[in-house]
Nanobody, 113 residues
Framework: QVQLVESGGGLVQAGGSLRLSCAAS????????MAWYRQAPGKQREWVAT?????STNYADSVKGRFTISRDKNTVYLQMNSLKLEDTAVYYC?????????WGKGTPVTVSS
């Protein structure tokens, strides 16, 4: 089992920045890709960014150029700059290990005007 705990969410004005963290614990040997997803009120959960175990990264078009995913051992970060109102959502961490996907409980991000 892998446990994921997100932190760093909060209230920020449009144009501001936040840095989210997700710490993995438990059976973290051979932890593969780690990713961020988000779910806005009334919408489906959507993928935001992924970092593979080999450090390659991919981003959703909606956040490309504004968000940066990084990883330090078993902690993954999401640096969010130039935040927009539409970035308001609960952000979830996701990790893959041996073909099994794990989720954190999420951290809320609210962007105000």
């Amino acid at each position: 089992q892998v446990q994921l705990v997100e932190s760093g969410g909060g209230l920020v004005q449009a144009g501001g920045s936040l840095r989210l963290s997700c710490a993995a614990s438990g059976s973290i040997f051979r932890l593969d890709a780690m990713a961020w997803y988000r779910q806005a009120p009334g919408k489906q959960r959507e993928w935001v960014a992924t970092m593979s175990s080999g450090s390659s990264t991919n981003y959703a078009d909606s956040v490309k150029g504004r968000f940066t995913i990084s990883r330090d051992k078993n902690t993954v970060y999401l640096q969010m700059n130039s935040l927009k109102l539409e970035d308001t959502a609960v952000y979830y961490c996701n990790a893959e290990r041996l073909g099994v996907y794990y989720w954190g409980k999420g951290t809320p991000v609210t962007v105000s005007s």
